[in-house]
């Protein structure tokens, strides 16, 4: 009962967070990797099929993790919402819901099944202030959203599966064959997380290398010798393995570009804080984690999560902090970018933190007890509780356990006051303004089925697919296209002189372009000149307008 109470206050907790930074259910991020995102949708949703390749096909690229866009194609096929509803909703259902049941997953794993395990993991999982808040604001990056949200869970299974768990570990049939449904939902929702589970499961892997040889040696036996020699080359060959698939599982290295953001005392600093990316700092959770480091390296138990932690936060430093060639293969699956690899921090500090903290609680129990004699925690009140006081008593309980914590909630705060400047819409908006949007979804009754839209997709107008379902050119602004569009976008508002262009014009099914001004959400881009500055002309109609900045044309010249 006390953990069913402690995770609806969390997820209450977790979602105010995040529906405070959208604004409003409908909103929009205002960010780049929004119009591929909303557009996919859309994608999946009218083709009905949201596999990698299809998703992949739809911009021109050979696959693309779906794991995400098919949730959210799926809950729109049930409840008809509008996309951008849709696209909001289901992002706090993971981050409230998924992400504190998968924490719980790891912690109770590697910290063993109590009350206070799940306390202090609820309140922790609601204070981070780089996920899930930071994936929503950042990019925007639903898809690590959801692969984040359920890593713990895939890490709680693998060192369950390891024989590393506190609990008694299913049969190995069972266990690995939940670990390989987990691990192949992470690389779904995005390939970077699944390798991020290698790296944060490694340090276990080699702990149960190092305990069975520590059995085994000296290998006296002729069976001792040929296991020793199994269990070392399975450990080469994953090593190896691990590091090819490292090398070659990553974007092209013209697209992973982000620069060290600090220095590296600075990112020192922050990860001792548990202020990443210029965070209000979190003294308690720090406090807990080093408590946690140190308990675990004395008492000699579990010493594998220290690992995990140091290999999390090595990630961190290296993008955010630390500018030299072995960066590049070090972070290169993340395009070197600082912000996907904090959104991971939470990951690694949730193990030793919990144990910190519960290593300090059961220390202030003991001298309480030393003190007075009594136990604390171990008062009953007369009676047995039915499932209503034990209700109120869980609510109690979590809510003084929040009272200490609560200013380690403002990091939360701020980061939801944060990105809730991608979500305002006024005319100022990094992507798509209020009159735009207005135009956009009056195209079902501007335009007919099956035309197809031209536009400067940067400027918002790409996003009339996942809007209105009107077809556009260009559904994402790295979209790869052939030379048809590249034409089109040059020349569109020229081709009653140029013959060429109508071809182009006419072999997209180009009826309609819109123009939105010069306004985009990534800077000027070259190769765009047919559809910018738009006027009525001989190969152009005005069609439609909202306001003074958003416009529909009928293309008039090839038709």
């Known amino acids: 009962m006390t953990v069913g109470i402690g995770v609806v206050i969390t997820s209450l907790v977790i979602g105010m967070q995040m529906a405070t930074a959208m604004i409003h259910p409908d909103s929009i991020s205002q960010t780049y990797d929004n119009v591929f995102h909303l557009n996919a949708v859309r994608w999946a949703m009218e083709s009905q099929n949201s596999s990698p390749l299809n998703l992949g096909a739809f911009t021109g690229i050979s696959a693309y993790p779906a794991g995400w866009h098919a949730f959210v194609a799926i809950v729109g096929e049930l409840t008809g919402a509008t996309i951008p509803v849709l696209v909001n909703s289901t992002s706090i259902a993971i981050g409230a819901v998924a992400w504190p049941l998968s924490a719980l997953f790891l912690t109770f794993a590697v910290a063993g099944y109590r009350k206070a395990t799940a306390i202090v993991t609820l309140v922790f999982s609601a204070g981070f202030a780089t996920f899930p808040i930071l994936m929503i604001d950042w990019g925007v990056l639903y ?22 768990g506190y609990h008694n570990r299913p049969p190995a049939l ?15 929702a995005h390939p970077s997380t699944l390798m991020a589970f290698l790296a944060f499961a490694l340090p276990g892997a080699l702990a149960v290398y190092y305990f069975r040889i520590r059995r085994l040696w000296p290998p006296e036996s002729r069976e001792s010798r040929r296991q020793a020699l199994i269990l070392t080359a399975a450990l080469l060959g994953g090593l190896v393995l691990l590091t090819v698939v490292w090398y070659f599982l990553r974007p092209p290295s013209d697209a992973a570009n982000w620069r060290v ?24 959770l720090s406090v807990c984690l080093i408590a946690g480091i140190i308990h675990l390296w004395i008492t000699k138990s579990r010493r594998w999560l220290i690992g995990t932690y140091l290999i999390g936060a090595a990630l961190f430093f290296f993008a955010a902090g630390y ?11 993340w395009y070197f970018d600082s912000y996907r690899l904090a959104a991971l921090l939470p990951v690694v500090v949730l193990g030793p933190a919990v144990i910190g903290a519960l290593f300090l609680v059961d220390l202030v129990r003991e001298k309480i007890r030393t003190a ?47 990105a809730h400047w991608q979500y305002r819409s006024d005319a100022n908006a990094a992507l798509l303004s209020p009159e735009e949007r207005r135009l956009l979804e009056r195209l079902p009754q501007t335009t007919e089925p099956g035309a197809n839209i031209a536009g400067l997709p940067s400027s918002g107008t790409a996003l009339a697919y996942a809007l209105s379902g009107r077809t556009v050119i260009q559904p994402h602004i790295l979209t790869t296209h052939g030379s048809d569009v590249d034409v089109v976008n040059a020349g569109l508002k020229n081709a009653a002189d140029f013959p060429a262009v109508c071809e ?9 372009v819109l123009d ?44």
């Open 372 to 418: 007075d004699g009594s136990v604390f925690g171990k008062t009953r009140l007369p009676g047995n509780p039915g499932p209503t006081r034990q209700a109120v008593l869980a609510s109690v309980v979590y809510a003084v356990a929040l009272v200490p914590i609560a200013p380690q909630l403002l990091p939360v705060n701020f980061a939801s006051y944060q």
């Open 504 to 512: 182009s014009v006419r072999s997209l099914n180009v009826r309609y």
């Open 261 to 284: 953001v600090q220095t590296p005392p600075q990112a020192i600093g922050e990860l001792l804080f548990n202020a990443p990316l210029g965070r209000p700092s979190q003294e308690i």
């Open 143 to 164: 898809p690590n959203l959801l692969s984040i949200s359920v890593l713990p869970a895939a890490l709680g299974l693998a060192f369950t599966a390891l024989g590393l």
């Open 323 to 333: 500018n030299a060639p072995i960066r590049q293969f070090i972070t290169g699956v």
């Open 516 to 559: 939105f001004g010069t306004r985009t959400v990534t800077g000027t881009l070259a190769g765009y000149g047919g559809v910018m500055d738009l006027e009525e002309n001989a190969s152009l109609e005005l069609v439609d307008s909202e306001g003074s900045g958003a416009r529909l044309f009928k293309v008039t010249a090839c038709w």
């Open 174 to 188: 069972i266990a690995w064959l939940s670990l390989g449904v987990a691990v192949a939902g992470v690389a779904l």
